[in-house]
């Protein structure tokens, strides 16, 4: 469980302040009451975001795939290089980004399969995977 605070503010005085009616060093806060308990979201599914240990990790995302028939898929350059880092540093010398993300792809499929198809389910009458 975890703890929350609850706080209370001026609306009014706060109101004013945003409009430049009064200065931003008086403070908003009427009152502070004793953190409460309250319970933290249901954990994640288990089945669904199990942590892989170092050896899964490598066995599932750092092999290297022949793949024959591609497609551009846009990401941002920065997670292009996050990524590109990762295979640089664990993966071998012949270890590619695209098999890697492939990897990362195909796992992430496979994991999230139940709850994609729950989801087309819900709109459509088939499964999509």
């Known amino acids: 469980m ?3 605070e609850k706080i209370e503010i001026d609306e009014e005085l706060m109101r004013q302040m945003i409009g430049g ?3 931003d060093t008086t403070s908003v806060v009427i009152a502070e009451t004793p953190s409460k308990e309250v319970p933290l979201m249901d954990p994640p599914h288990e089945s669904r975001r199990r942590r892989l240990s170092m050896p899964d990790f490598e066995r599932t995302f750092l092999r290297l795939l022949d793949i024959r028939y591609r497609a551009a898929i ?5 997670t292009k290089r996050k ?3 990762v295979v640089r540093k664990l ?3 012949r ?3 695209t098999s890697y993300v492939e990897n990362i792809l195909l796992h992430h499929l ?3 399969k139940e709850d994609i198809n729950r989801l087309h389910k819900e709109q459509n009458t088939k499964n999509l995977l």
């Not at 846009?74 to 920065?78: N, V």
């Open 2 to 4: 975890a703890k929350q």
């Open 83 to 85: 990524v590109l880092e």
């Open 74 to 78: 846009y990401i941002s350059i920065e």
């Open 21 to 23: 009616r009064i200065p």
């Open 91 to 93: 993966g071998d010398d």
């Open 95 to 97: 270890m590619t980004l």
């Open 110 to 112: 496979e994991s999230y």
